[in-house]
């Protein structure tokens, strides 16, 4: 994928993130919590000769927590609460008509190339956190305010370090960047990728095919499957659509995804009907696209409310902290991976995750743009 040129020092930073790690798992006065991204799960079977594509989170649950992880969440969680912000600005940019298209946050290799390639549009960008940074925000605000109350008892908690586990290299870039800091501290203290978590397990002497799969942590293990295909190129637009169209209804559902939204075409437009108004939309895949249609806009040719934008070519699925190879068929099982996740889910909305709603009320109360967004 493209975004593999955005880390050429991979090779060193690998063990620049491991290590740490490995220290902090053996530190008995650190709380160390995982997350994991949704497209994680269909890929890092591939070295354990598991089936290309076969959804492994219970078995890499299973195996974090033998490394020494204390809790384990998904990234998904964090995905869920994206979808409620980013939603909830589609609306508030369609009313005021200000700062349209809206475009996805959640690829940093697409923000970097829009900041510096069109800096003219860099307002067009959703001022949502990227999933794993919301999520990192909400962790360590949690256990800020636990830190607090168990002061006030004279007593003293461990620290929490956060690591994610992303299909990404320039995910390493992105919690670095300030606006992804809270009160000035640093969000997510590392990020992993698939590559560097499967070394990892082989370090550690455990074969992923022979686990027994485990349950992920809640309450942060619950989450839609509208935020589980966030890893494949549509996810994201696919996932808002159903929290402003607003049902469950298996029809409406097929409505959406039957949009064009789907597939893996390099530029998919689509539109739908929001009360009295069509919200036009597009869906890029690879930034050689992305310039095509910002060329088309600047030239006033095309015209959207909505512009989704994953720089690696199918989405997060081959992006460049994935196993390779990556040939045609295994991306195609990854996919496939990915949607069949999203129809065994029980919750279909992000807003229909209990837990979202728990969150809104409880810890983010109050703190919804200060943990959730990045301006
Ligand atoms: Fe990273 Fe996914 Fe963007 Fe590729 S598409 S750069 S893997 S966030």
Same mark, same amino acid.
């Given at each position: ?13 690998? *063990? ?6 490995? @220290? ?7 709380? /160390? $919590?995982?997350? %994991?991204? &949704? ?104 256990? *800020? ?6 002061? @006030? ?7 929490? /370090? $956060?690591?994610? %586990?992303? &299909? ?208």
């Amino acid at each position: 994928g493209q975004c593999r040129a955005v880390c050429p020092t991979g090779a060193i930073s690998i *063990r620049q993130d491991v290590d740490p790690v490995w @220290k902090a798992l053996a530190d008995k006065n650190i709380r /160390v $919590v995982a997350q %994991i991204a &949704p497209a994680v799960r269909v890929a890092i079977g591939d070295k354990f000769g598991i089936p290309k594509g076969e959804n492994t989170l219970g078995r890499l649950v299973a195996a974090l927590r033998h490394m020494g992880f204390d809790e384990v969440y998904d990234t998904n969680f964090g995905a869920d609460l994206t979808v409620m912000e980013e939603s909830a600005e589609l609306l508030e940019r369609l009313k005021s008509g200000k700062n349209l298209p809206l475009f996805t946050s959640c690829c940093p290799g697409w923000v970097k190339f829009c900041e510096n390639r069109y800096p003219e549009f860099r307002e067009n960008i959703s001022t949502c956190r990227s999933p794993q940074a919301m999520f990192g925000a909400l962790l360590k605000e949690e256990a *800020r305010m636990k830190a607090a109350e168990a002061e @006030k008892e004279g007593r003293s908690l461990r620290k929490t /370090v $956060v690591i994610s %586990i992303m &299909p990404c290299t320039a995910k390493k870039a992105e919690i670095k960047r300030p606006e992804h800091f809270t009160e000035g501290q640093q969000d997510v203290d590392y990020v992993l990728t698939t590559t560097e978590v499967t070394r990892m397990i082989k370090e550690a002497g455990i074969d992923l095919s022979q686990i027994e799969p485990e349950a992920l942590d809640m309450p942060f293990g619950l989450s839609s499957g509208a935020a589980a295909i966030f890893g494949v190129t549509g996810g994201v637009t696919e996932a808002v659509l159903r929290r402003l169209v607003h049902s469950s209804r298996m029809e409406d559902l097929q409505d959406i995804s039957f949009t064009g939204i789907r597939g893996i075409e390099g530029i998919k437009e689509a539109s739908i009907q929001l009360e009295d108004r069509t919200v036009k939309i597009a869906v890029v895949n690879g930034l050689r696209c992305a310039e095509t249609l910002l060329e088309r806009i600047k030239a006033g040719e095309v015209q959207y409310d909505f512009v989704e934008v994953m720089a690696c070519k199918r989405g997060c699925i081959a992006g460049g902290g994935q196993p390779v190879p990556i040939g045609p068929r295994t991306k195609q099982a990854r996919l496939d991976g990915m949607y069949k996740i999203d129809s065994m889910a029980q919750i279909k909305r992000s807003d229909e995750n209990p837990i979202i709603a728990e969150v809104y009320e409880g810890i983010l109360k109050g703190k919804e743009h200060k943990l959730l967004h990045n301006r």
